[in-house]
């Protein structure tokens, strides 16, 4: 089990590398993440949703991903509540508080999945949440120490030295664990380190000296990790990449519930693109080429925010200048005349208006669509993504729907003008023809590349770099038996 010191110290794409490296080996390996909180989710194979990043470790193991792989996946909608899926189904939702007192009965279905998951694996790797020193929430812990000790699962524990202080973070992690959860813990990993791995040499024997732990490696940062989704939207607040020479504009209004913004991904990759998401206090670049409305978790609560954060008028002027607005999923229903809410599906129940763009009207609904799907725009371009969504949109503008989909049902809608267009259809840039006739619509060129050939490139150098630096033999050895 991979834990750490923190939140995004790099464990989910520890696990994706480890995934890759010993399934190269001829390992049926199978990653696994009791509780996850994440707005970035994936569709699985078996009709469900699990986390954005249990499903890049299914691929980098080279399996389809399923439901068990993430049993219990935490959707926040507001501050201090959040929707709870549990074996890729939606059961209600709760605030923080209520959620920590009904952790006890979901470890009954994690420990469930697990087991499922084992039956065919040598190998299983568990991604643990946020940090193992949080020990005012370790009493019912599902995530971290609780299902290891639960499960008798050997740990590693990952500090990140790039954000500093990881001696002080490890060893300070093994100074609050109960000793019982320490005993667990077989060894550490320092990532991210830049510069010269000698200069650190007496830190990681520091660090075992201090906490009795094993030092499984020393991890150097790796720049094409970039290239792959992260989990969660603590990936936003990264600069945006700098491109004086793109000819492509597109501006992303960030709001507090973006979802799968992991969208965006492969427009970043495009050299020719210049993405830029803009935070709440700034104003919309008056120059953009395309305003992108990304999903959201809680349409209405963030339509709030962007009418308070004066997006609203930014987006109004666009189009009048005649620029081009895109809305997927959420984005889309806030482009529409109303949503209406009215069981509290994503919230307090209600109507509120939208902004207006798309003769069309939502309303959500308790039924969740969860579905790969493929089909052709309404340009005449193949299109493949899939849906996640709740809510029926219909209105005048879907009568010039975005796309016919495979089955022959129709998504979207496009305004007359042709300038404002909407889609349930996540995963639309990273079809290589999409974002191909996206970007010449807007005036550049698309460089050429395979989104999928590159998130599996991205996959074995991850692999090829965890194996050079960390002890893949002495890993394996902690699942064989007690510590050495």
């Known amino acids: 089990m991979i834990q750490g010191t923190g939140s995004d110290v790099g464990k989910s794409l520890l696990v994706a590398g480890l995934a890759r490296a010993f399934a190269d080996r001829g390992l049926a390996v199978r990653p696994f993440k009791p509780q996850n909180m994440s707005n970035n989710a994936a569709v699985t194979a078996d009709g469900g949703e699990i986390g954005r990043a249990q499903a890049l470790q299914a691929r980098a193991a080279r399996v389809p991903a399923c439901v068990d792989m993430n049993p219990v996946l935490l959707k926040p909608q507001s501050e201090t509540g959040a929707q709870i899926v549990v074996q890729g189904r939606v059961v209600g939702t709760a605030r923080a508080a209520e959620y920590q007192a009904r952790k006890p009965d979901l470890m009954p279905p994690v420990l469930d999945s ?5 039956r065919d694996a040598d190998l299983v790797i568990v991604e643990g949440a946020g940090s193992a020193a949080e020990v005012n929430l370790r009493a019912a812990d599902i995530a971290n ?9 050997p740990v590693v524990l990952v500090g990140d030295i790039d954000r500093g202080g990881v001696i002080a973070s490890l060893v300070g992690t093994r100074t609050v664990l109960d000793p019982a959860d320490a005993a667990l813990v077989r060894g550490f990993v320092v990532n991210k380190f830049r510069g010269d791995p000698a200069l650190f040499a007496d830190g990681m024997t520091r660090i075992a000296a ?3 732990w094993r030092a499984i490696g020393l991890l150097p940062f790796l720049p094409d990790v970039a290239r792959l989704p992260a989990e969660d939207a603590l990936a936003l607040a990264r600069p945006d ?10 501006a992303v209004p960030v709001l507090p519930h973006i979802a799968n913004f992991d969208d965006l991904d492969p427009l970043d990759a495009e050299p020719d693109v210049r993405v830029e998401r803009v935070r709440p206090g700034r104003a919309l670049p008056g120059d953009a080429d395309l305003v992108l409305l990304p999903g959201s978790k809680a349409t209405i609560a963030d339509l709030a925010a962007l009418r308070a954060a004066g997006f609203d008028i930014d987006i109004t002027a666009h189009v009048r200048r005649g620029g081009r607005v895109l809305g997927l999923c959420g984005g889309y229903q806030m482009l529409g005349r109303s949503i209406a809410d009215p069981d509290g599906i994503e919230g307090p129940p209600g109507r509120v208006e939208g902004l207006g763009l798309l003769s069309v009207d939502t ?3 308790g039924a969740k669509r969860l579905v790969a799907v493929r089909g052709t725009s309404h340009d005449g371009v193949a299109l493949s993504g899939y849906e996640m969504h709740v809510g029926d949109t219909r209105g005048p503008d879907a009568a010039r729907p975005f796309a016919r989909l495979a089955d022959g049902a129709a998504d979207g ?4 003008d042709g300038l404002v267009a909407g889609t349930y259809v996540h995963g639309l840039f990273a079809d290589d023809r999409q974002r191909a006739a996206w970007i010449a619509r807007l005036g550049g060129a698309a460089g050429g ?5 590159g998130v599996e490139a991205a996959l074995d150098a991850l692999a090829a770099h965890v194996a ?9 050895a902690l699942t064989q038996g007690p510590p050495r």
């Open 145 to 153: 120490m609780g299902f290891a000790r639960a499960t008798d699962t």
């Open 413 to 416: 809608a496009v305004s007359a």
């Open 210 to 212: 201090l906490t009795g």
């Open 114 to 118: 697990f087991a499922r998951i084992g």
């Open 363 to 365: 309303r959500l609904t």
């Open 241 to 250: 990449a700098q491109k004086p020479g793109a000819r492509v504009r597109i």
């Open 449 to 453: 590349l395979d989104h999928e050939a």
């Open 468 to 476: 050079a630096h960390l002890d893949l033999d002495g890993l394996l």
